[in-house]
């Protein structure tokens, strides 16, 4: 190991995974087909296997008796580092947070972006000089392939479909670029981070932003204007959303700590 | 599948639709190289690339594959079960036919 990385860094990458993760479960038993069901549970546990490892990672960084379950379930809402996007509900904007109410476009649509920025985080990392996390990444970097195709795919279909479908993603797509700016907005983690990983993330931002600019068109959508307000999730600011999301994920775990089945 | 639990009011791929619309594909996999294709299932989906990725979420996510293959169900002719007194049955007492007075050379390996 040549230097050690901020364990910021790696609780950042554990809770992006983790918390969407845990969002898409939520389609366990409700999925469009049972075919979709089990692809969006294969998604959801392909993203907590990463945040196991990422994890384990950071506690063995933290020493003390932190594991990867007190760093999951014995933190609150202001020590997620996670991006903002990812706590959002599955239901389509202004809705309201019932979590019965989801729309499968927005499940989509946040899918995509994501995992479009995410094959380009994890094919750098894997290349870093950090051995653990190079390894991560290396395993991580074609589960995520997967997950963006599979979005893309649903991305086309659902755009280039019917008036309905098309008229629903590009909802989605416009509640939700928004929240994409803190792929690239700074942090005081991240920078350390990449003195180590060699990673700078504002250079990804326009091969995400082709990878994008080529789906929306084919799938026959328009891109919403950039700009407007830069969410917080990653500085440990969040939106009301994940504490509701935390509550649900944590509460058995603290009813019956170090239960084991 | 969500039918009798489905609380979504905004949902109009409801399971039953997607059974009606979309056709039933059969799938083939691989489980290793130089080995068959095995069917092993079907599912409903779209189009082919649809069932493909469909197939790889339902039936190989236990590491039970290597390759895939997709067929529309549709597209397979099937023996009748009525026909299987004349299809199957004269074979039933050609016990020549079976190759098992040879001996296989080592050299040759599975057959």
Sequence with gaps: ?261 | MSSNTSTSTNATATPSAALKEWPLWEVFVRSKQGLEHKHCGSLHASDAQHALQMARDVYTRRQEGVSIWVVQSASIAASQPDDKAEFFEPSGDKVYRHPTFYEIPDAVGHM
């Design chain 1, 1 to 261: 190991m040549t230097s050690a990385l901020p364990t910021d860094y790696l609780l950042h990458l554990a809770d992006n995974a983790l918390v969407l993760g845990q969002r898409n479960a939520e389609w366990c038993g409700h999925g469009p087909a049972l075919e979709e069901d089990i692809a969006l549970s294969n998604n959801s546990l392909d993203l907590i296997g990463q945040a196991r490892l990422l994890y384990q990672a950071a506690a063995a960084q933290i020493g003390g008796g932190a594991s990867e379950d007190s760093l999951a379930y014995f933190r609150d809402v202001p020590d997620f580092k996670n991006y903002t996007l990812l706590e959002l509900p599955h239901n389509a904007p202004l809705a309201s947070t019932s979590a019965s109410d989801r729309d499968f476009a927005t499940t989509v649509v946040r899918n995509f972006l994501f995992s479009a920025w995410m094959v380009l985080v994890w094919d750098r990392l894997q290349q870093c000089e950090h051995p653990e996390l190079a390894a991560i990444a290396a395993k991580s970097v074609k589960e995520v392939r997967y997950h963006l195709r599979h979005s893309r795919d649903w991305l086309l279909r659902l755009g280039d479909g019917t008036t309905e479908s098309q008229a629903r993603v590009q909802a989605a797509v416009n509640h939700l670029m928004p929240y994409t700016q803190e792929f690239w907005s700074h942090s005081v983690y991240e920078t350390q981070a990449a003195q180590v990983t060699g990673l700078d993330t504002l250079s990804l931002r326009i091969d995400w932003d082709q990878i994008v600019a080529a789906a929306l068109s084919e799938a026959t959508l328009t891109r919403p204007a950039a700009g407007g307000f830069v969410t917080t999730g990653k500085q440990g600011l969040h939106s009301e959303h994940l504490g509701f999301l935390l509550a649900e994920m944590q509460s058995l775990t603290r009813a019956h700590p170090e239960a084991v089945w």
